[in-house]
């Protein structure tokens, strides 16, 4: 019954010997059962365990600590639980001690944090200048028609910038929630990446950058069409805003194993340096923030990718090195469910 816990559970004597453990703790602490009646510090290893234990004898009452578990690929917090053990006449004959992994939670709570802060300040940027803009014409600029445009001009820019924050929380709230509505179907890829670059010629001729699409005529998924389009179109928009002047950027796709097709977006810009790669799927994270502020966007849209490709099925990944551009590559299942060989 004690192996089959998740929290991890030890039991020391009064001397601080190890009476009692599960199979929970000691992978924890990476230690054997057949350390019984040695001390709790040499099983273990970590000092404020130790002393928990005997603080909890001491005391009498139980004590809930937090402690940091060092570990080689990721270190752990365990929230412990430490209460006496008493004898008929109510005298401590050793503790207990419970271990609960809150490595996840305080994770998840981080990003809350961190989630907020970064909601907080994209939400207050337009706002401010909206703002600003609307005291300038109250103060007597409406009078002068060429003022008054201009700051027109600033509350409707940044007020569509705020529709599209919310437009972009609300997506990832449905994504976050299991329930994306995707409209299943079979889509031929070549078609709707003709369509994501038709929305993209703006941005690309405003940085004299060709697109060009390389996909098959015969490859076609399993998708949501509307939802695939998106996904091409951040991922196309992102490649032309972070690729160089004057550059170019290729759609590819091919065929892989397990019935899955592959489409890559590919630019020849800068790169991105590699402790970059492993966060830029992360909601708000900016690899530059002065370039991508002042080229505009959410934040929010290599974020929305990852979600929305996941949520088809598939995967998502990228591929960079300074001074090598970037390949952002996601995975679709196949539309006739056939795994062909790949390509």
């Known amino acids: 019954m004690l192996d089959a816990m998740i929290e991890g559970l030890v039991v020391v004597d009064a001397q601080q010997h190890l009476v009692l453990s599960n199979r929970a703790a000691e992978t924890m602490f990476r230690f054997s059962r057949l350390m019984a009646g040695g001390t709790v510090l040499a099983a273990i290893r970590h000092h404020e365990v130790a002393v928990l234990a005997q603080r909890a004898m001491l005391e009498g009452a139980p004590i809930e600590h937090e402690v940091r578990l060092e570990h080689p690929q990721q270190p752990r917090r365990l929230q412990v639980s430490a209460v006496a053990l008493r004898n008929r006449s109510g005298g401590v004959t050793g503790a207990v001690l419970v271990f609960h992994d809150v490595t996840r939670l305080r994770q ?21 200048l909206i703002k600003s803009a609307a005291e300038t014409l109250a103060d007597g600029g409406k009078s002068d028609p060429a003022v008054a445009d201009r700051f027109l001009k600033i509350i409707d820019r940044h007020a569509s910038r705020l529709g599209l924050l919310m437009d972009d929380l609300l997506l990832l709230a449905r994504l976050d929630s299991g329930r994306p509505e995707l409209m299943l179907q079979a889509v031929q890829v070549r ?8 929305d993209a010629a703006l941005m690309a001729q405003n940085r004299a950058v060709t697109v060009t ?13 509307a939802r695939l389009r998106g996904v091409l179109v951040n991922l196309i928009d992102n490649a032309i805003k972070y690729g160089r002047e004057n550059g170019k950027v290729v759609i590819v796709g091919r065929r892989v194993g397990g019935g899955l097709v592959e489409v890559s977006v590919i630019d020849d810009g800068p790169g991105i340096p590699a402790e970059a790669t492993a966060r830029v799927f992360e909601r708000f994270y900016r690899v530059d923030k002065a370039r991508s502020r002042e080229q505009g966007g959410t934040g929010l849209g290599l ?15 990228v591929e960079s090195a300074p001074g090598c551009g970037a390949r952002f590559t996601f995975t679709l299942p196949m539309a006739n469910g056939v795994a062909d060989a790949p390509s």
């Open 303 to 317: 974020a929305i990718v990852k979600n929305m490709i996941q949520a088809h099925g598939g995967d998502v990944r």
């Open 191 to 198: 078609s709707v990446v003709k369509e994501a670059i038709e």
């Open 108 to 128: 998840l709570e981080a990003v809350s944090k961190d989630f907020v802060a970064n909601v907080s300040h994209e939400l207050r940027t337009p706002l401010s």
């Open 213 to 225: 699409n390389d996909v098959p005529a015969t490859l076609a998924v399993t998708a949501d069409p």
